[in-house]
């Protein structure tokens, strides 16, 4: 690469770095090949350096995409500190003649917008119909609605791209399954995507499980972790776990309540602690973060609203009160400890009604054709076609109006353009209306639960089984920074021979083509194209001859591989 960009190790130090970073270069070879490229890397590992010194090697503008406001801020402010001129349009970043004219002279080659700049408005004619070189969606699982926090806003940027020309498309996130990567890849239009997927083992991370009996002894669990009281591991290992838990951290809940009462029982015993959650104020939410990321107060507890584009290096612990629905989202909010690479506790507090409640939250929200016409509907009844409106108008939540026009469009009775949603049918029949992309996807949230589940309850190492979730294989059977390895739990090994190996293609005869990506005493558990995960008894399936292990040729494509 240096020989086609002689100017690149300059402009690595311009940006203050010495090297390369894992994947790093990789990427940035293929982008500048005009290949596109989804990049899944952990926060702190450089996703960002990517598409900087991209745009400073292509001859058009750089369109970067990101859903979070702070983190724009923060981004302008440090090319600004590098001396690299870039502008953001956002309610914080209005446009101004001077950047648009920045933009059409070609002193400013990075600009970053909202998703809802992106598809508002008429974003060739702002840039002045400079071309761009680069497209980059930050954040990018919220793209997919197999992701765990979809946002509705990044559905049209796959007609952005065409819209800007179709130039070589980024996608980067922190965590995202093979099922996941697959949905990024189409909803974008991207064309042979190179997947590179660095990161996913954090070994300075302690993964630990403390199951409790009951929603009551949750308060008397904490105060145990927050005084000291560790399991009985080798001496050094539980020093280094008090150490980091005398430390800054977090605490999740999943809902507001618990934040607020968390945090207060923390106060009780003296230590500095706030609470975050979308219904405070946006000032309140800043100063808890302002306060945190400063110093003055030690533990934040927090709903999931708070982490997204957060970057406070020294996190020791990250405890959860309550089970995520998903392991992406618990790996994801738990990999927000120990950023500088040193060592960092991770708890997860486990009881069986937690895993009830994501179970009836999950199988109570099941989009139905009678809530389909509801929406459709309302579409015919009012002017002004927005969520807020459609919400006001039907009763129903924004995730189901938000699936119900998904549903409408991909059955050909509506048609979105930029913010406007348009119908095209003057009859509508409710039972033409296809739910079947809907029903896959309920599928695969109850599979996720399920693998959420045996993370918790699992005896095997647990990093292991993180890394197996995300596609990866594990170096060695234990890892010794978990509580599985240093208290000598593990599964009974297989009784049944069988020729299954992590990572291999196979093909139930009901279940459709998937991938092995874990093998636990006489289970194996499968990620199915059309079904989610699965996990199947080795000798039922040896037995009856119900799983075959694909050959190249057999082989449909069913997701994104690293490559």
Same mark, same amino acid.
């Given at each position: #690469?240096?020989?086609?960009?002689?100017?690149?190790? +300059?402009?690595?130090?311009?940006? $203050?770095? *010495?090297?390369?970073?894992?994947?790093?270069?990789?990427?940035?070879?293929?982008?500048?090949?005009?290949?596109?490229?989804?990049?899944?890397?952990?926060?702190?590992?450089?996703?960002?350096?990517?598409? *900087?010194?991209?745009?400073?090697?292509?001859? $058009?503008?750089?369109?970067?995409?990101?859903?979070?406001?702070?983190? #724009?801020?923060?981004?302008?402010?440090? #090319?600004?500190?590098?001396?690299?001129?870039?502008?953001?349009?956002?309610?914080?970043?209005?446009?101004?003649?001077?950047?648009?004219?920045?933009?059409? /002279?070609?002193?400013?080659?990075?600009?970053?917008?909202?998703? @809802?700049?992106?598809?508002?408005?008429?974003?060739?004619?702002?840039?002045?119909?400079?071309?761009?070189?680069?497209?980059?969606? &930050?954040?990018?699982?919220?793209?997919?609605?197999?992701?765990?926090?979809?946002?509705?806003?990044?559905?049209?940027? $796959?007609?952005?791209?065409?819209?800007?020309?179709?130039?070589?498309?980024?996608?980067?996130?922190?965590?995202?399954?093979?099922?996941?990567?697959?949905?990024?890849?189409?909803?974008?239009?991207?064309?042979?995507?190179?997947?590179?997927?660095?990161?996913?083992?954090?070994?300075?991370?302690?993964?630990?499980?403390?199951?409790?009996?009951?929603?009551?002894? @949750?308060?008397?669990?904490?105060?145990?972790?927050?005084?000291? *009281?560790?399991?009985?591991?080798?001496?050094?290992?539980?020093?280094?776990?008090?150490? !980091?838990?005398?430390?800054?951290?977090?605490?999740?809940?999943?809902?507001?309540?618990?934040? =607020?009462?968390?945090?207060?029982?923390?106060?009780? #015993?003296?230590?500095?602690?706030?609470?975050?959650?979308?219904?405070? /104020?946006?000032?309140?939410?800043?100063?808890?973060?302002? &306060?945190?990321?400063?110093?003055?107060?030690?533990?934040?507890?927090?709903?999931?609203?708070?982490?997204?584009?957060?970057?406070?290096?020294?996190?020791?612990?990250?405890?959860?009160?309550?089970?995520?629905?998903?392991?992406?989202?618990?790996?994801?909010? !738990?990999?927000?400890?120990?950023?500088?690479?040193?060592?960092?506790?991770?708890?997860?507090?486990?009881?069986?009604?937690?895993?009830?409640?994501?179970?009836?939250?999950?199988?109570?929200?099941?989009?139905?054709?009678? =809530?389909?016409?509801?929406?459709?509907?309302?579409?015919?009844?009012?002017?002004?076609r927005e969520l807020e409106d459609l919400q006001e108008e039907t009763g129903l939540g924004r995730s189901l109006i938000v699936r119900a026009l998904l549903a409408l469009e991909r059955s050909g009775f509506i048609r979105q353009e930029g913010d406007r949603i348009l119908l095209t049918r003057k009859r509508f029949a409710p039972e033409q209306v296809s739910l079947e992309e809907e029903h896959a996807r309920r599928e695969y949230e109850r599979s996720r639960l399920e693998m959420m589940r045996s993370y918790m309850e699992t005896p095997a190492c647990r990093r292991g089984f993180i890394l197996n979730y995300f596609g990866e294989q594990m170096r060695g059977e234990r890892c010794d920074m978990c509580d599985n390895d240093l208290l000598g739990r593990?599964?009974?090994?297989?009784?049944?021979?069988?020729?299954? @190996?992590?990572? *291999?293609?196979?093909?139930?005869?009901?279940?459709?083509?998937?991938?092995?990506?874990?093998?636990?005493? &006489?289970?194996?558990?499968?990620?199915?194209?059309?079904?989610?995960? /699965?996990?199947?008894?080795?000798?039922?399936?040896?037995? @009856?001859?119900?799983?075959?292990?694909?050959?190249? +040729?057999?082989?449909?494509?069913?997701?994104? =591989?690293?490559?």
């Open positions: #690469m240096s020989a086609e960009h002689p100017q690149l190790e +300059d402009l690595l130090e311009k940006f $203050g770095h *010495q090297e390369f970073k894992d994947g790093q270069r990789e990427a940035l070879r293929a982008l500048l090949s005009g290949r596109d490229v989804i990049a899944i890397l952990p926060t702190g590992a450089g996703k960002s350096l990517i598409y *900087q010194l991209a745009s400073q090697l292509l001859p $058009g503008v750089t369109l970067v995409v990101t859903p979070l406001l702070a983190l #724009m801020s923060d981004q302008l402010e440090a #090319m600004e500190e590098v001396g690299v001129k870039a502008v953001g349009f956002s309610s914080l970043h209005p446009e101004t003649r001077e950047a648009l004219e920045g933009i059409k /002279r070609g002193e400013i080659k990075l600009v970053y917008v909202t998703p @809802e700049g992106a598809t508002g408005g008429n974003l060739r004619e702002e840039l002045d119909d400079r071309p761009v070189s680069l497209f980059v969606v &930050d954040e990018a699982h919220c793209i997919s609605e197999w992701g765990h926090d979809f946002r509705p806003s990044y559905l049209q940027l $796959g007609e952005v791209v065409e819209e800007v020309g179709r130039p070589p498309v980024l996608a980067l996130t922190a965590t995202a399954t093979p099922w996941v990567r697959q949905d990024i890849a189409r909803a974008l239009g991207m064309r042979d995507p190179l997947v590179v997927a660095h990161g996913f083992d954090r070994p300075n991370l302690f993964l630990q499980v403390r199951r409790l009996e009951h929603h009551e002894d @949750e308060r008397q669990a904490l105060e145990a972790l927050l005084s000291g *009281q560790v399991e009985a591991y080798p001496e050094e290992v539980s020093a280094r776990i008090r150490r !980091a838990l005398e430390g800054p951290g977090l605490i999740y809940t999943n809902t507001t309540r618990a934040a =607020e009462e968390t945090a207060g029982w923390l106060k009780e #015993m003296g230590i500095p602690a706030g609470y975050y959650h979308g219904r405070r /104020r946006k000032s309140e939410r800043e100063r808890v973060q302002q &306060d945190f990321m400063e110093g003055k107060l030690r533990v934040v507890v927090a709903t999931n609203a708070f982490g997204m584009g957060i970057d406070k290096p020294d996190v020791r612990f990250v405890i959860h009160r309550d089970a995520p629905a998903s392991l992406e989202a618990y790996y994801q909010e !738990a990999g927000r400890a120990g950023r500088d690479g040193e060592f960092a506790f991770c708890c997860l507090l486990h009881k069986d009604e937690d895993l009830e409640k994501a179970a009836f939250m999950a199988g109570a929200s099941d989009l139905t054709q009678d =809530e389909v016409r509801e929406v459709y509907q309302a579409l015919r009844k009012i002017r002004r593990r599964p009974r090994a297989s009784r049944v021979d069988h020729p299954f @190996e992590v990572g *291999q293609r196979v093909r139930h005869p009901s279940l459709g083509d998937g991938t092995v990506h874990r093998i636990e005493g &006489d289970k194996i558990t499968v990620l199915f194209a059309s079904k989610g995960y /699965r996990e199947l008894s080795l000798e039922h399936i040896v037995r @009856e001859g119900l799983l075959a292990p694909l050959s190249q +040729d057999d082989r449909q494509p069913s997701g994104l =591989e690293r490559r």
